[in-house]
């Protein structure tokens, strides 16, 4: 069935240095992959997203790359600040096929930034 | 634009009990996704409306049931509750052609 892999589960960096966290999927026909924050006590929330058709894509200090071929895609932050401090959850699904709204969650990686 | 709404935010039942779950949408969102989160299980899709209709379903018993409402507000059941039910039920929707889907805050559910 479809599955997601996501490492490392806990990652802990200097403030300042860069953070990344990688994730595999299993689904070919899987063309959507959403990248989430959780802090404590919230609901996930939208940080970055890449579809199929891009390798990778840039948001200020957020980068994702995508590579089909291997079916991995990863999360770059660099220049990273306590407020980085979170789980971040990779997803993926095969959106945006009508009906087609399931996400399949990462594990999620729990983000420390030491000042 | 306001976010995503659950009520309630906490629940606590008891084993056997029955619990209903609501989720608003962002204004003009028609989709509305259920998921239930667990430190064990991480993740997981339980089903997801469009237009007052099931269009996908998650890999959980038949005591998980919802519904959608022709605002676009679901609800969700969950019958005869267990233990293991215990979780974070989060609802996320999306609106138009986009998938991109946005989340509430979730309803902790706590069952004794």
């Known amino acids: 069935g479809e599955n997601v892999e996501q490492h490392p589960s806990t990652l802990s960096v200097q403030e300042g240095d860069s953070a990344v966290i990688k994730c595999t999927y299993s689904?070919?026909?899987?063309?959507?992959f959403p990248w989430y924050k959780q802090e404590l006590g919230k609901g996930p929330q939208l940080i970055i997203d890449?579809?199929?058709?891009?390798g990778e894509k840039k948001d200020q200090r957020i980068a994702v790359t995508l590579n089909k071929t291997a079916k991995h895609f990863s999360l770059h932050i660099t220049e990273t600040q306590p407020e980085d401090s979170a789980v971040y959850f990779c997803a993926a699904s095969r959106g945006p096929i009508q009906g087609a709204q399931k996400l399949v969650f990462g594990q999620g990686t729990r983000l420390t930034i030491n000042p | 634009k306001a976010g995503v709404t659950q009520t309630p935010r906490y629940l606590i039942k008891t084993r056997g009990q029955q619990v209903t779950l609501s989720c608003s949408p962002i204004s003009g969102h028609r989709s509305v996704s259920w998921y239930q989160q667990t430190p064990g299980q991480g993740l997981q899709f339980l089903f997801e409306?469009?237009?007052?209709?099931?269009?996908n379903k998650g890999n959980f018993p038949g005591r998980f049931s919802g519904r959608q409402f022709s605002n676009s507000r679901s609800e969700m059941n969950v019958s005869t509750l267990e233990l293991g039910d215990s979780a974070l039920y989060l609802c996320?929707?999306?609106?138009?052609?986009?998938?991109?889907?946005?989340f509430g805050p979730g309803t902790r559910l706590t069952v004794l």
């Open positions: 890449i579809r199929s058709n891009v």
């Open positions: 996320a929707t999306s609106g138009g052609l986009s998938d991109t889907q946005y």
């Open positions: 409306y469009f237009s007052e209709t099931q269009r």
């Open positions: 689904d070919s026909a899987s063309n959507y």
